[in-house]
């Protein structure tokens, strides 16, 4: 059962343009969101994350929007460049009790920013 | 300020043998995981430690053995090789206590059995 679902799989935009990627998640107990960005042949990273009690996070280029009640997350990066190109993870957790903190991801998004 | 360094980065096993894959921090985090991530899978957890000592199953431990008998290392044993364990593997650290919660990967390992 997987608890994350991502989509799309893969996405193209040229320079400039504002992909979107989105996730959506079964478990209501999660209340950790965060997404992570990973270059070939190198290890996730944390790019953004976001908790329940705020619908929107801003980091610079880079946006999560966040719908509770549809449960619902999703990353938006703004005038994306070709250094954006890369494969992204949603992931979520739960924040107490047994199993804390582990991440549970999606299939990952592949992200190609062409010039 | 290493954060988590992993070794081997390829590795090239035949079906029946054993390895043990190295992970070692330096961050003084209580948390440390172990994943593996398949093409278009995503990263799947196959155990994990809160602290030295202590060790739980993930979602998909069957084929591994794992060890935390300190802080900064939790190296993952894998018994019998087999081909379905052809991945890539990444460790992960975290402190718990920190409102970001923010997990620290390695570089991965490369591992084909066949």
């Known amino acids: 059962q997987q608890q994350v679902k991502q989509s799309p799989q893969s996405l193209i935009v040229q320079k400039g343009g504002i992909p979107i990627i989105n996730c959506a998640y079964e478990?209501?107990?999660?209340?950790?969101f965060p997404w992570y960005q990973q270059f070939p042949g190198k290890g996730p990273a944390l790019l953004i994350a976001?908790?329940?009690?705020?619908s929107e996070k801003k980091e610079g280029r880079f946006t999560i929007s966040f719908n509770k009640s549809a449960k619902q997350f999703s990353l938006h990066i703004m005038d994306s460049q070709p250094g954006d190109s890369a494969t992204y993870f949603c992931?979520?957790?739960?924040?107490?009790?047994?199993?804390?903190?582990?991440?549970?991801f999606g299939k990952g998004t592949k992200l190609s920013v062409i010039p | 300020n290493a954060g988590v360094t992993q070794t081997p980065k390829f590795r090239i096993l035949k079906i029946g043998q054993s390895m043990t894959l190295q992970c070692t921090q330096d961050?003084?985090?209580?948390?440390m995981y172990w994943y593996r991530q398949d093409p278009g899978m995503g990263l799947k957890l196959i155990y994990y430690?809160?602290?030295?000592?202590?060790?739980d199953k993930g979602e998909v431990p069957n084929g591994y053995n794992v060890s935390r008998s300190t802080t900064e290392d939790f190296p993952l044993r894998l018994e019998l090789a087999a081909p379905s364990q052809t991945s890539v593997y990444f460790c992960?650290?975290?402190?718990?206590?920190?409102?970001?919660?923010?997990?620290?990967f390695g570089q991965g390992t490369r591992l084909t059995v066949v």
């Open positions: 992960a650290s975290s402190y718990v206590g920190d409102p970001n919660t923010e997990a620290f």
């Open positions: 976001i908790r329940p009690d705020v």
């Open positions: 430690s809160v602290g030295a000592g202590i060790t």
């Open positions: 961050m003084n985090h209580n948390y």
């Open positions: 992931a979520a957790s739960i924040g107490e009790g047994a199993g804390s903190y582990q991440l549970t």
């Open positions: 478990n209501t107990a999660f209340d950790y």
